[in-house]
């Protein structure tokens, strides 16, 4: 598909809005699986938690039913304590389909966790607001029922991160490890990763599922991964308990797109409370309590960006990511930092434009580290655009968001549905047919016929 020449919308005369739609259709048809959609056949064959959220915003524009299905599968498997798991475990896989798979993680033995396998970390919790846009998108009876038993759990995962992992004791989450921001190796994480102390022999007793997928240099390292194990025995080996995080886990920190997503959710909660007969005012309150915490821990007035705070170093990681972009996704975002995050976007570093032949990188192009072909230290992802691009559209910035989206959507009619994309040539990397890039395409293609209110 070529960019239009007068800036107008991707679905035009052509008829590329229509052939795109339907390749989405078809990769979200295809990863179905019974009450959930796998992010992919070969690399994820099981349940993620944000994966699921971003794939209920897609399935309310095809299947709504789909939409709650897919969420009120993902939160059966909550635990007790509140947490979202962020695997839920397919027990008609084989051993082998996924590493770590429900062996390594033992959620059985934890106090907390429900009877169905699953990880015990959690991603970041835009489920909220995937809820909320998903029956605003198809708002029925049946829709509001699924809501009304979908309210009460997603106020107990807000208020186990809200609680258990505060752990900084200033009103943030901390995410104890890499996989819980979502962003697995992104350059964000190298500080506070190089002081977790693993050997790379750890790896000789497990076998990788993911290179047998993807090409080694498209994933992190071997090191990485003895790090990402080291971390999970650590706190698994506790029974997952959050008591004394402070004193014992190795990877503390607090990530401004996780905290941004609790930010939101806490406002899409304010926009379902009337629905189900409950108070939105304390949402309110807690939103706001969270947009003042973001703006106070983790926003660097020298660099004019958000960047995650490493607990255990007692600083903020210098690199510049696209998490920092993030908290954009806040409608109560003061307008200093609206500013400054927008400049930071236009920059030589994401290149935002209302005509940009690409999308956004996950990592500062101009940095020396910047890796084009490795997973979150470079390529280009459908999630976060589209977060950034809703960061856009609510803070009057339909100029910016439309050569966002645009870009989004020519990049996908060029390389397919894939899981990421090289962000200069943009050939597609990672699986090939990936549910959220088809999810967040059918958001994107209705939005650009009939543009949604922010939250
Ligand atoms: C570990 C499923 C998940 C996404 C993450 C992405 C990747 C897993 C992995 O895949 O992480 O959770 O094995 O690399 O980084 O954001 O939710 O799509």
């Given at each position: 598909?070529?960019?239009?020449?007068?800036?107008?919308?991707?679905?035009?005369?052509?008829?590329?809005?229509?052939?795109?739609?339907?390749?989405?259709?078809?990769?979200?048809?295809?990863?179905?699986?019974?009450?959930?959609?796998?992010?992919?056949?070969?690399?994820?064959?099981h349940q993620w938690s944000?994966?699921?959220?971003f794939m209920a915003i897609g399935w309310a524009h095809l299947r709504p039913e789909y939409a709650w299905r897919e969420l009120e599968s993902l939160f059966r498997a909550q635990w007790a304590d509140g947490r979202v798991p962020h695997i839920v475990f397919n027990p008609r896989l084989p051993v082998g389909a996924y590493f770590p798979g429900p062996e390594f993680w033992a959620s059985e033995r934890a106090e907390a966790a429900p009877t169905t396998a699953t990880s015990g970390l959690v991603q970041p919790p835009v489920h909220a607001l995937a809820a909320w846009l998903a029956y605003r998108r198809a708002p029925s009876d049946p829709a509001r029922a699924a809501l009304r038993r979908l309210y009460p759990r997603l106020v107990a995962q807000q208020r186990y991160l809200a609680t258990r992992r505060d752990v900084g004791g200033a009103g943030l989450a901390c995410v104890v490890h890499p996989w819980e921001s979502g962003l697995d190796n992104s350059p964000a994480w190298d500080a506070p990763m190089a002081a977790v102390a693993a050997d790379e022999a750890v790896m000789r007793a497990y076998r990788r599922h993911d290179t047998a997928h993807a090409p080694a240099a498209h994933r992190p390292t071997d090191l990485d991964y003895a790090r990402y194990v080291t971390i999970v025995?650590?706190?698994?080996?506790?029974?997952?308990?959050?008591?004394?995080?402070?004193?014992?886990?190795?990877?503390?920190?607090?990530?401004?797109?996780?905290?941004?997503?609790?930010?939101?959710?806490e406002h899409a909660l304010a926009a379902i409370a009337p629905l189900v007969d409950a108070d939105p005012g304390p949402h309110r309150d807690r939103a706001a309590r969270i947009t003042e915490a973001l703006v106070r821990r983790l926003y660097d007035p020298a660099t004019g960006t958000f960047h995650p705070r490493d607990l255990r170093a007692g600083r903020l990681v210098p690199a510049r990511t696209v998490l920092g972009l993030a908290p954009l996704i806040l409608p109560d975002l003061p307008a200093s930092q609206v500013t400054a995050v927008v400049a930071e976007a236009c920059s030589a570093r994401f290149s935002v434009a209302r005509r940009m032949s690409r999308p956004l990188p996950s990592y500062d192009r101009t940095a020396p580290d910047f890796e084009p072909l490795r997973y979150w230290r470079g390529p280009s992802w459908m999630n976060i655009n589209w977060l950034v691009r809703r960061g856009l559209l609510g803070h009057g910035r339909a100029d910016l968001a439309t050569g966002l989206g645009r870009s989004m959507a020519e990049l996908v009619a060029t390389a397919g549905c894939h899981e990421y994309f090289h962000p200069d040539t943009g050939a597609g990397l990672g699986s090939p047919a990936f549910g959220w890039t088809a999810a967040l395409l059918l958001d994107l293609l209705a939005d650009e016929r009939a543009p949604a209110p922010a939250i």
């Open positions: 598909m070529s960019a239009p020449p007068d800036g107008g919308a991707v679905d035009g005369p052509g008829g590329d809005a229509e052939r795109l739609r339907r390749v989405a259709v078809a990769t979200l048809e295809a990863n179905w699986e019974h009450d959930h959609t796998v992010p992919s056949r070969t690399l994820y064959p944000w994966d699921s959220a025995a650590s706190y698994r080996d506790g029974g997952y308990r959050d008591a004394e995080l402070a004193r014992r886990h190795p990877f503390l920190v607090e990530c401004p797109l996780f905290n941004a997503a609790a930010g939101a959710a």
